[in-house]
C-alpha cells in the first residue's frame, strides 16, 4: 500500500505544476596538481509552460570562473522528444536528436550562452518534460537540465 501511494504521488506531482526545481546548474572541476579549468553550465527554457505546436527556447550559459581557460570546450543539448524541429540553431550542429557547439576554449572568467529555438511537436505527450545540456572540456564534463511543461492549448 505505502508504494503505490509514493507511485501515485509521483504521477501527481506533474500533474499541475513542473517540479519547482526547473533549472539546473552544475560546476565540475578536477584536483590537481597544476591549474584546472573549472566550469559551471546552467540551463533555462522559456515559457516554461508551452502548447503543443508552438515555440520554446533553451538558453544554455557556461561559465569559467578560475584563472585558467578551458580548452576544447563543446556545449550540447540533448533535445527532449517532445521537439519536433529546431526553428533557430545559431551555430549549433544538429545530429541525432543533439545540438551541439564546439569552442576552441572559453577564456578566465567568460561566459558563452548558447540559445536554441525549437517547436514543440503537435502530438508531443502532456505533461512535464525535460531539457539537458552539457558542457565537455579537457577530461571534465558538467550537466544541467531545466523542465517544462507541455499543454494541449
Known amino acids: 500500500m505505502h508504494r503505490k501511494i509514493i507511485a501515485i504521488a509521483g504521477v501527481l506531482a506533474c500533474a499541475g505544476v513542473c517540479p519547482a ?16 579549468s573549472t566550469l559551471s553550465i546552467r540551463t533555462t527554457a522559456n515559457p516554461r509552460t508551452v502548447s503543443r505546436g508552438a515555440r520554446i527556447a533553451f538558453t ?10 578551458a580548452e576544447e570546450v563543446t556545449i550540447c543539448d540533448q533535445l527532449p522528444v517532445t521537439v519536433s524541429n529546431v526553428i533557430r540553431p545559431r551555430g549549433l550542429h ?20 548558447v540559445r536554441l529555438l525549437v517547436r514543440i511537436g503537435r502530438h508531443a505527450r502532456l ?12 577530461d571534465h564534463r558538467a550537466r544541467a537540465s531545466v523542465t517544462y511543461r ?3 492549448s
Open 21 to 36: 526545481a526547473a533549472e539546473g546548474q552544475q560546476i565540475a572541476h578536477a584536483a590537481a596538481a597544476e591549474p584546472q
Open 60 to 69: 544554455i550559459k557556461v561559465t569559467n570562473s578560475s584563472q585558467t581557460a
Open 94 to 113: 544538429l545530429f541525432d536528436g543533439t545540438a551541439c557547439r564546439t569552442l576552441q576554449s572559453v577564456t578566465a572568467g567568460a561566459s558563452v550562452t
Open 127 to 138: 505533461g512535464c518534460d525535460r531539457d539537458k545540456a552539457l558542457v565537455i572540456w579537457s
Open 150 to 152: 507541455v499543454t494541449a
